[in-house]
């Protein structure tokens, strides 16, 4: 049986964008990652990494699951590095993710990843489709999803019920005023709003032509801020309907 060697490089990005991830499955209990996914490319077999976060319990609320993605179409790894510093926070914080899990694929185009470049294979691209509209479809009571953008500003587009809405809402105001304590420009968060019922989806612009260092830094605190809202309001709704059958 003939097997193919694959050499380092082929996996260099990878390795190096992972090893933070690996390094805290290593120190927390409640940080799990694996590969369940598979695409070929050139005869060379790539993974899709995948991580979960279990969150504490959180009294009075039903334990949640979320989806996040950091999507890639090319060599950029700034969504994949936000995911790793909102792990970061996790590992650091756990009540951030108080009463979810949350299941984290941080490379949509692993083989784009390594080339630094699109990649124009089609039966690649439509096995890619496949494995990132897998892992989309994991049941779950939330989607997040973060890419780069030809935008100016931190983009935040959610849609989902009163909870979400407000958590959003929230999330603006405190980076605002985050913003008006750095004195920084081109942070501002700018958010679309739209109520419905049902699993919700928010969607993270980061301006493409942003360091590297800051984009990550204030994607990740938009997210952090924003678990934390939807944790407050989910509290808030669970007190007001435990009232109501008393």
Same mark, same amino acid.
């Given at each position: 049986?003939?097997?193919?060697?694959?050499?380092?490089e082929?996996r260099?990005?990878m390795?190096? #964008?992972?090893?933070?991830?690996?390094?805290?499955c /290593?120190?927390?209990?409640t940080?799990? %990652?694996?590969i369940?996914?598979?695409?070929?490319?050139?005869?060379?077999k790539y993974?899709?990494p995948t991580?979960?976060?279990?969150?504490?319990?959180?009294?009075?609320? $039903?334990?949640s699951?979320?989806?996040?993605?950091?999507?890639n179409s090319?060599?950029?790894?700034?969504?994949a590095?936000?995911?790793l510093?909102l792990?970061?926070?996790?590992?650091?914080q756990?009540?951030?993710?108080?009463g979810?899990?949350?299941?984290?694929?941080?490379?949509?185009?692993?083989?784009a990843?390594? =080339?630094g470049?699109?990649?124009?294979d089609?039966p690649?691209? *439509?096995?890619?489709?496949?494995?990132? @509209?897998?892992?989309?479809? =994991?049941p779950?009571? %939330?989607?997040? $999803?973060?890419?780069?953008?030809d935008?100016?500003n931190?983009? #935040?587009?959610?849609?989902?019920t009163?909870?979400?809405? @407000?958590?959003?809402?929230e999330? /603006?105001?405190?980076?605002?005023? =985050?913003q *008006?304590?750095?004195n920084?420009?081109?942070i501002?968060l700018?958010?679309?709003?739209?109520?419905h019922e049902?699993? &919700?989806?928010?969607?993270l612009?980061?301006?493409?032509?942003?360091?590297?260092?800051l984009?990550t830094? &204030?994607?990740?605190?938009v997210?952090?801020?924003?678990?934390r809202?939807?944790?407050?309001?989910?509290?808030?709704?669970?007190?007001?309907?435990?009232?109501?059958?008393?």
């Open positions: 049986m003939s097997k193919t060697r694959l050499n380092p082929f260099a990005k390795n190096e #964008l992972i090893r933070g991830f690996i390094e805290h /290593e120190i927390s209990r940080l799990i %990652g694996q369940e996914r598979f695409v070929r490319h050139d005869g060379r993974g899709l991580f979960t976060v279990y969150g504490p319990p959180e009294p009075g609320v $039903e334990t699951f979320v989806n996040l993605l950091g999507v090319s060599g950029e790894a700034t969504a590095e936000t995911t510093q792990i970061e926070r996790l590992v650091l756990p009540n951030i993710a108080a979810r899990v949350l299941r984290i694929l941080p490379v949509t185009n692993p083989v990843l390594e =080339l470049q699109p990649v124009e089609e690649l691209l *439509s096995s890619l489709e496949m494995a990132v @509209e897998d892992f989309r479809n =994991l779950s009571d %939330g989607f997040v $999803e973060i890419r780069l953008a935008v100016t931190i983009s #935040l587009a959610v849609s989902g009163s909870a979400v809405i @407000e958590a959003a809402r999330t /603006e105001e405190a980076i605002r005023r =985050l *008006s304590e750095t920084r420009d081109g501002l700018r958010s679309v709003r739209m109520r049902g699993r &919700w989806h928010l969607t612009e980061i301006p493409r032509q942003w360091p590297s260092s984009a830094h &204030w994607a990740s605190q997210l952090v801020v924003f678990f809202a939807h944790l407050q309001n989910l509290r808030l709704t669970s007190h007001t309907a435990s009232r109501w059958l008393n």
